[in-house]
Nanobody, 115 residues
């Protein structure tokens, strides 16, 4: 079991940057599948970026070249660096961890990009 707490969201102008953090309540060294999702108002939750079981990062086409996922196992934290933000990136961003067959989610952090 794990608790996840996201932070770092806020209001930013188009073209700006934010770094989201997802702090886990336990050591994440053995947690391979860790991801960031987002959900815009009125839309389904979608995968933004994640680490596969093999450890490779993958990204949604809409954020490739702009977002970077990283992890610091010593701090039990996963990050999402978001650059060149666009108004369409506005959403609540969630951290997800898979442990065995179970998924754990954080409470989300709001990102709003103004034009």
């Amino acid at each position: 079991q794990v608790q996840l707490v996201e932070s770092g969201g806020g209001l930013v102008q188009a073209g700006g940057s934010l770094r989201l953090s997802c702090a886990a309540s336990r050591n994440i060294f053995s947690l391979k599948v860790m991801s960031w999702y987002r959900q815009a108002e009125g839309k389904q939750r979608e995968l933004v970026a994640g680490f596969s079981s093999g450890g490779d990062p993958n990204y949604a086409d809409s954020v490739k070249g702009r977002f970077t996922i990283s992890r610091d196992n010593a701090k039990n934290t996963v990050y999402l660096q978001m650059n060149s933000l666009k108004p369409e990136d506005t959403a609540v961003y969630y951290c997800r961890v898979r442990i065995g067959l179970l998924d754990y989610w954080g409470q989300g952090t709001q990102v709003t990009v103004s034009s």
